[in-house]
């Protein structure tokens, strides 16, 4: 559909816009300072990006280009398989030079037949929906004798190179069902299929590239040998953690919400509840104590408390007006889930400026829980695979307020379970995992004290509610002379 909308300072000037989606229309009007001859409505201006448009119209065409653009760098590029949750690299070279076979294909039995599969679009909406139902689409599909392991593709050292993927070992008695399905998803969908040879001597394998239906004159009918890669100096899922896992500023965080209203009605409920990003920075009068800590460290006793002992407002992050809205995004992939967070602190800014310019306010969780929750996530494997102290990816966003002090609660992990128990509820998918999981919790709390920007100070919240009170009093009294 193509509109002409009047600007009211305009005579007569028309703007014309390009087909739009009906959700992003309505969005566009209603927050626009255009209007209807006969419409009185203003507000203020939003601009609309339309610049997806194209490729939403034309996947199979977009996924053609994705492809030719990757082809010059694909011998750079290192491949990562995960098997029992450990790491192995291999990369390819179009000359063999005597290396060893990559430990993947090392062990792999006769009669097997393997494959990749990495995801691959310049839509970052779109990559993110489609992966995290890949999975269940493959496993639903596939023959039963199917096996799966997560993978990756990257460019060393390389911010937002990182392709996720899955590598796939058939041992069915036919490869008509793996490779009929595989062959659709590579023409429909945006996926880059590669599969694997064993070479006649029995030894090496070779890679070969599927070419896409819509690019018939790629070049990708030659093999490339598969060698053995060392470890890159850094974990390759840290390369696509800025503004996809965590995000650093208003506007990164904003565009994909705006980018999923045709999908997701509720995008544009959160979209009209957002301040300023002015609202989000305005420094307060009052000192903001900000209480952080996983669940069941004592964070809603502490907090009620501080508000009864000093008189201060206290405000929550993600913010109550956000509570209705949370399951539907929640069941979104990270990169859609994770904006929706991030834009909650914003929110609760904008709170934090408006009740800072009458009392101290207290928050319960603020930008540390969001960050230190997602790289947890974002980074398999151990500790040491999380960016090293004085990382970006821990940097504060320069766009959101500053809390004067930030308290993080900790908690024997023994003791926290033992809370958790005692409170009757089922526990959340975060609970569950941090209960069961070491290594994730371990992760969850470096992240926190890796974070730079406002200080912070860890408090010990094993002994009693009182004791833990009197403590994070005399810090607060201390620290910002209340």
């Known amino acids: 559909m193509f509109l002409n909308l009047h600007h009211p300072s305009d005579s007569g000037g028309k703007v014309s816009f390009s087909p739009l989606s009906a959700a992003t229309f309505v969005f566009a009007v209603k927050r626009s300072k255009f209007r209807f001859p006969c419409s009185g409505f203003m507000s203020r201006l939003v601009v609309v990006r339309l610049s997806q448009i194209g490729s939403r119209l034309h996947p199979e065409k977009e996924m053609a280009r994705r492809t030719m653009s990757l082809v010059p760098q694909w011998s750079s590029r290192v491949f990562s398989v995960e098997l029992?949750?450990?790491?192995?690299?291999?990369?390819?070279?179009?000359?063999?030079?005597g290396e060893e076979v990559p430990r993947v294909f090392r062990e792999v039995q006769n009669c097997a037949r393997l494959y990749s599969l990495l995801v691959c679009s310049s839509d970052k909406i779109r990559r993110a929906k489609f992966y995290a139902e890949l999975k269940d689409k493959l496993l639903r599909e596939l023959p039963p004798e199917c096996h799966l392991s997560p993978m990756s593709s990257f460019l060393p050292n390389v911010r937002g190179s990182l392709l996720n993927g899955y590598?796939?070992?058939?041992?069915?008695?036919?490869?008509?069902?793996?490779?009929?399905?595989?062959?659709?998803?590579?023409?429909?969908?945006?996926?880059?299929?590669?599969?694997?040879?064993?070479?006649?001597?029995?030894?090496?394998?070779?890679?070969?590239?599927?070419?896409?239906?819509?690019?018939?004159?790629?070049?990708?009918?030659?093999?490339?040998?598969?060698?053995?890669?060392?470890?890159?100096?850094?974990?390759?899922?840290?390369?696509?953690?800025?503004?996809?896992?965590?995000?650093?500023?208003?506007?990164?965080?904003?565009?994909?919400?705006?980018?999923?209203?045709?999908?997701?009605?509720?995008?544009?409920?959160?979209?009209?509840?957002?301040?300023?990003?002015?609202?989000?920075?305005?420094?307060?009068?009052?000192?903001?104590?900000?209480?952080?800590?996983?669940?069941?460290?004592?964070?809603?006793?502490?907090?009620?408390?501080?508000?009864?002992?000093?008189?201060?407002?206290?405000?929550?992050?993600?913010?109550?007006?956000?509570?209705?809205?949370?399951?539907?995004?929640?069941?979104?992939?990270?990169?859609?889930?994770?904006?929706?967070?991030?834009?909650?602190?914003?929110?609760?800014?904008?709170?934090?400026?408006?009740?800072?310019?009458?009392?101290?306010?207290?928050?319960?969780?603020?930008?540390?829980?969001?960050?230190?929750?997602?790289?947890?996530?974002?980074?398999?494997?151990?500790?040491?695979?999380?960016?090293?102290?004085?990382?970006?990816?821990?940097r504060w966003p320069s766009d959101l307020l500053q809390p004067s002090l930030v308290v993080l609660l900790t908690l024997d992990p023994?003791?926290?379970?033992?809370?958790?128990?005692?409170?009757?509820?089922?526990?959340?998918?975060?609970e569950h995992e941090l209960d069961h999981n070491q290594l994730f919790r371990l992760k969850v709390e470096t992240a926190y004290q890796r974070i730079s920007g406002p200080a912070i100070v860890t408090v010990d919240a094993s002994p009693s509610a009182d004791q833990v009170l009197q403590q994070v009093l005399l810090l607060i009294r201390a620290k910002c002379h209340l």
């Not at 919400?257 to 305005?282: F, N, Q, T, Y």
């Not at 306010?361 to 997602?374: C, E, G, K, L």
């Open 167 to 394: 590598f796939l070992k058939d041992n069915s008695e036919s490869s008509s069902p793996t490779e009929r399905l595989l062959r659709d998803l590579s023409e429909r969908d945006p996926v880059l299929v590669c599969s694997y040879l064993k070479c006649e001597d029995g030894q090496l394998w070779t890679q070969h590239l599927w070419p896409h239906a819509d690019s018939p004159t790629m070049e990708m009918s030659k093999d490339y040998y598969v060698v053995p890669s060392e470890a890159p100096e850094y974990h390759p899922s840290t390369l696509n953690i800025i503004n996809s896992d965590v995000f650093y500023s208003f506007e990164e965080a904003y565009e994909v919400l705006e980018k999923c209203g045709d999908i997701i009605p509720e995008a544009m409920s959160v979209l009209e509840l957002l301040p300023s990003r002015a609202e989000a920075r305005r420094k307060p009068d009052f000192p903001v104590v900000v209480i952080e800590g996983l669940d069941a460290t004592g964070k809603t006793t502490l907090t009620e408390s501080l508000r009864d002992a000093l008189g201060t407002s206290l405000l929550w992050s993600p913010p109550q007006c956000l509570s209705p809205m949370r399951a539907r995004f929640d069941r979104e992939p990270p990169l859609i889930r994770r904006a929706f967070y991030a834009l909650g602190n914003y929110i609760v800014a904008e709170q934090i400026g408006q009740e800072g310019m009458k009392r101290p306010v207290i928050v319960d969780r603020f930008w540390h829980s969001t960050a230190a929750y997602a790289i947890a996530t974002a980074v398999s494997g151990q500790v040491c695979n999380l960016p090293a102290e004085g990382s970006e990816v821990y």
């Open 414 to 430: 023994e003791e926290r379970k033992r809370r958790l128990g005692n409170r009757g509820q089922g526990e959340t998918k975060e």
């Open 84 to 97: 029992n949750g450990a790491p192995f690299y291999f990369s390819t070279r179009e000359k063999h030079r």
